[in-house]
């Protein structure tokens, strides 16, 4: 109930292509979904986030997608770049609420260039 | 600079030793939260607290405690009671615990028991 699961594990993509992240939910109390990007050796930072009530937002060249009837999200960078190569984690949570952000396993991409 | 402080950023002990983690943070957040991180896992809470001397378990709390006496300062122990101690350590903060969503990283530390 409790669990976000992601995929792919790792990603590998070319130098101005699409990287593509998906995220499932199971727990439909969950109303904020954020994505954490995190590089090696650093903590993570919150990157974009999204709320229930819309299918879309987009900030630069990361997009978020969101299915309420599936309950899934997923991440799409767009002309992506060497500087991209992190690992990224989905997250949901209850927006209203003290409890604790539920995160997916990670994922690693690289950008070859 | 505002920000989240962790140290050390690596951290070596024996087996059966109790070990304290740092996590200062001078953004004036009310909530902080300990994480750890395991290869090829997400990130799984430890214990977080929304105000000064209170704090709660989060999912994997045995064989950790942690105080809460400073707004700034929420030191996780590890105690020789943890079974698998070596990961990485993350401590976080958010201004809120309504807003518990927007957390902010400390650049984490690396703790290895040998």
């Known amino acids: 109930q409790q669990q976000v699961k992601q995929s792919p594990q790792s990603l590998i993509v070319q130098k101005g292509g699409i990287s593509i992240i998906n995220c499932a939910y199971e727990n439909t109390a969950f109303d904020y979904f954020p994505w954490y990007q995190q590089f090696p050796g650093k903590g993570p930072a919150l990157l974009i986030a999204?709320?229930?009530?819309?299918s879309e937002k987009k900030e630069g060249r990361f997009t978020i997608s969101f299915n309420k009837s599936a309950k899934q999200f997923s991440l799409h960078i767009m002309d992506s770049q060497p500087g991209d190569s992190a690992t990224y984690f989905c997250a949901a949570c209850r927006y209203s609420s003290a409890s604790k952000i539920i995160f997916g396993s990670g994922t690693r991409l690289s950008i070859r260039p | 600079d505002g920000g989240i402080t962790q140290s050390p950023k690596y951290l070596f002990r024996k087996e059966g030793q109790n070990v304290t983690l740092s996590c200062e943070q001078n953004?004036?957040?009310?909530?902080m939260y300990w994480y750890r991180q395991d290869p090829g896992q997400g990130l799984r809470l430890i214990y977080y607290s929304q105000i000064v001397n209170d704090f709660q378990k989060g999912d994997i709390a045995e064989g950790y405690s942690v105080s809460r006496e400073k707004k700034e300062s929420f030191p996780l122990t590890v105690t020789s009671a943890q079974k698998n101690p070596t990961a990485f350590y993350l401590c976080a903060s958010s201004s809120s615990p309504v807003s518990s969503y927007e957390q902010y990283f400390g650049p984490g530390t690396r703790l290895t028991v040998t």
């Open positions: 999204i709320r229930p009530d819309v």
């Open positions: 953004l004036n957040h009310d909530a």
